[in-house]
């Protein structure tokens, strides 16, 4: 599903966020990927959703590398990625709907499809009753959930999520967390970056790191002796 072959990032100036990076994740697999700050987290989902690309080395997403997908081709295949922000990016003027609504827009659905969509995406992370509201009317943890059913609305089979919990306190966070465990009891490949070791530490998924660019460890040996 995910598979990245001796990946290497060198931004302008010299800079190396990435250094030989190996490591696949099957379809339907959930994972962390972890480290300090300016380990090259962000750097990889970037990869992953092409809003970079590797200086050498190929990413693979289901088996299309994405070295060879021309400019045009990048909206196709982002359909099958649902990406998830720290910050949200909620578009602050708009309503809930119709900030979960814009991936189906963009993909142009019809009205019927998208408020069926929309409204099962609302219900699945707990904020069917706030379809009107615009995201400043809502909490922190609330604003996450509209950024993870934008993600979800059009069933993407890969969910990408940069520090999904770091600004919520820890129940939320374990809120959080179990959405993503009930997608991926449906079949999703769900990748979550963090650096809260806490959270990491009471769950029971294979955990990859990285320092200072490298992958110090893919978390295949803990997977499998669970």
Do not use: W
């Given at each position: 599903?995910?598979?990245?072959?001796?990946?290497?990032?060198?931004?302008?100036?010299?800079?190396?966020?990435?250094?030989?990076i190996?490591?696949?994740?099957?379809?339907?697999?959930?994972?962390?990927l972890?480290?300090?700050?300016g380990?090259?987290?962000?750097?990889?989902?970037?990869?992953i959703?092409?809003?970079?690309?590797?200086?050498?080395?190929?990413v693979?997403?289901?088996?299309?590398?994405?070295?060879?997908?021309?400019?045009?081709?990048?909206?196709?295949?982002?359909?099958?990625?649902?990406m998830?922000?720290?910050?949200h990016?909620?578009?602050?003027d708009?309503?809930?709907f119709?900030?979960?609504?814009?991936?189906?827009?963009?993909?142009g659905?019809?009205?019927?499809?998208?408020?069926?969509r929309?409204?099962?995406?609302?219900?699945?992370?707990?904020l069917?009753?706030?379809?009107k509201?615009?995201?400043?009317?809502?909490?922190?943890?609330?604003?996450?959930?509209?950024?993870?059913?934008?993600?979800?609305?059009?069933?993407?089979?890969?969910?990408l999520?940069?520090?999904?919990?770091?600004?919520?306190d820890?129940?939320?966070s374990?809120?959080?967390?179990?959405?993503?465990?009930?997608?991926?009891?449906?079949?999703?490949c769900?990748?979550?970056?963090?650096?809260d070791?806490?959270?990491?530490?009471?769950?029971?998924?294979?955990?990859?790191?990285?320092?200072?660019g490298?992958?110090?460890?893919?978390?295949?040996?803990?997977?499998?002796?669970?």
């Open positions: 599903m995910i598979q990245f072959k001796n990946v290497n990032k060198t931004y302008p100036g010299g800079f190396q966020a990435l250094k030989g190996n490591f696949s994740l099957e379809a339907g697999e959930m994972a962390f972890t480290g300090h700050s380990a090259g987290k962000s750097t990889l989902l970037k990869l959703t092409l809003m970079e690309k590797p200086t050498s080395g190929q693979i997403i289901d088996n299309n590398e994405l070295s060879k997908i021309r400019y045009s081709q990048i909206p196709f295949v982002r359909r099958n990625i649902g998830i922000f720290q910050n990016n909620l578009l602050m708009r309503t809930v119709d900030n979960v609504a814009l991936p189906l827009v963009i993909e659905l019809s009205s019927r499809q998208i408020r069926k929309v409204e099962a995406a609302l219900d699945k992370v707990g069917a009753t706030k379809v509201c615009l995201p400043y009317m809502l909490s922190g943890g609330e604003q996450q959930r509209v950024g993870i059913a934008r993600a979800i609305v059009n069933k993407p089979p890969i969910i999520a940069d520090e999904p919990t770091g600004n919520l820890p129940k939320l374990l809120d959080i967390i179990q959405l993503f465990e009930d997608f991926n009891a449906v079949g999703v769900v990748l979550i970056a963090t650096h070791l806490g959270l990491i530490a009471r769950m029971k998924y294979r955990t990859l790191t990285l320092k200072q490298q992958m110090i460890t893919d978390g295949l040996a803990h997977a499998e002796a669970v």
